[in-house]
Structure formats: structure tokens, C-alpha cells
């Protein structure tokens, strides 16, 4: 703990004590926001926005690293980001010059993807927030819902990658099958809809982000191509 006491110079015990307090207060928070999320994720969102913050992890943050962690799993594994994230592209029936132009525009959103993936985010919580309309949630609501779920998908989703070796589609796969269970679950509680409701509602806005991102992805590689041909 710092204290304002006329001292200029930093003390060894005043620094371990401030990074253990820190630690600890983030790694409560960690566990709580683990909990929240596996066992009751609505619920927990719901305490969330409702002002009970300093119990979890902000939901930026944890989305962030929970991200992060998927990839730097997904690169350990071997696997390649596009078809790991379910995304294809192909130009088999092209020319040369198209294929090449095709793989380094693969490899150029692959590089990207993290960040790509991450801004689409706000995407998916207008959609959400559309469709779940009459729940009376704010866009913010929504996003904080968004971060958490998207946080917790990429998070389960790393004990899938080893099976990639052997089933490419095994991480897009389950990452699509697990986001939409929990997301359904979730959206039931914090938005105060039926299972069935939900459901249809979130897949709804799941095809619509996708679709968004897929427009995102191309607004960005535009400017890159046009800048790599001149």
C-alpha cells in the first residue's frame, strides 16, 4: 500500500505489498467472473451491469486476454487463424496471379484477425440489442453481455484445438456450437426471454455478424490491396 509520507525513494516492501494486493484482488476477481460464467451467465452479466463491478473482471479486458490466450494456443497448435475461425478462402479455379493474391490476403486478415474479430464485437451487440429489443437493454448493456459470453467462448474453446490436427473444423465447430448453447442460455436470463426465444434471436444476430464482419474484413483488405499494387 502506498502512503504519502515525504519519502522520495521506493521501499522493496511497499512495492511487494502493492503487487500482492493487486494480484489478489484481480485473481478474486478472475475466479468470480470464471464462476459466474460457467454456472449462471446471465445472472452474472445482470449483477455486472447493475453495479456489482468490482466482483468480476471488466469485460474488455477479460475478452481481450481471453482472445489473446485462444490464439497464442491456436499458433502453439499449429493452425492456421481463417480456417480455425471457420473461414475459407479459396481460388482453386483462378490464375496463378489470383491464387497469390488470395493466400496473401489470407495471410494478411490471418495477421489480423485477433483485432478484426475484436472491433466486430459492437457489431453483434446492436444486433442483439435489435432483437432483444423489448427486453429495454442499452447498447452498453449489450456489449458488456457480448464480452463476456465472446470471452468465455474462446477460453472453452482451447481444449478443441488439438483436435484440429486431426479434424480441421473441429475448433470453428465447437466454437459455434459452445458460443451458441451459453449465449442462449445467458441471453434467457439477462434479457428475460424464453430458451426458445432466445435462441432464434441469437441466431439471428449470429448470422448477421457474421455477415457484418465478413463486410468489415473486406473494407479493411481494400485499402491494403490498393496500396499493395501501387
Not at 124 to 140: C, H, K, P, Q
Not at 166 to 192: K, Q, Y
Not at 208 to 214: A, G, P
Amino acid at each position: 500500500m502506498w502512503q504519502d509520507n515525504g519519502r522520495l525513494r521506493l521501499e522493496a516492501r511497499g512495492v511487494l505489498l502493492d503487487v500482492l494486493q493487486n494480484f489478489v484482488g484481480w485473481n478474486s476477481a478472475l475466479v468470480n467472473t470464471m464462476r459466474g460464467l460457467l454456472t449462471a451467465p446471465g445472472q452474472m452479466v445482470v449483477e455486472y451491469v447493475e453495479g456489482k463491478r468490482r466482483r468480476y473482471v471488466n469485460p474488455a479486458k477479460f475478452c481481450l486476454l481471453s482472445s489473446a490466450l485462444w490464439y497464442l494456443a491456436m499458433n502453439l497448435g499449429g493452425l492456421d487463424a481463417l480456417s480455425a475461425s471457420g473461414i475459407r478462402m479459396t481460388a482453386t479455379l483462378a490464375s496463378e496471379e489470383d491464387k497469390a493474391l488470395t493466400a496473401a490476403l489470407s495471410a494478411f486478415i490471418g495477421r489480423n484477425l485477433e483485432l478484426l474479430q475484436y472491433l466486430s464485437l459492437p457489431l453483434l451487440a446492436t444486433y442483439l440489442r435489435f432483437t432483444f429489443r423489448r427486453a429495454g437493454r442499452n447498447f452498453a448493456e449489450c456489449l458488456v453481455f457480448v464480452l463476456y459470453l465472446f470471452g468465455l467462448r474462446y477460453l472453452a474453446s482451447i481444449p478443441a484445438i488439438p483436435f484440429g490436427a486431426v479434424w480441421p473444423d473441429a475448433p470453428a465447430n465447437f466454437r459455434v456450437l459452445f458460443g451458441t448453447i451459453w449465449m442462449t442460455w445467458a441471453a434467457s436470463r439477462f434479457f428475460g426471454t424464453t430458451l426458445w426465444g432466445s435462441l432464434w434471436r441469437v441466431m439471428i444476430s449470429f448470422v448477421l455478424h457474421l455477415l457484418s464482419t465478413l463486410v468489415l474484413f473486406g473494407l479493411v483488405a481494400i485499402p491494403w490491396f490498393l496500396l499493395r499494387d501501387s
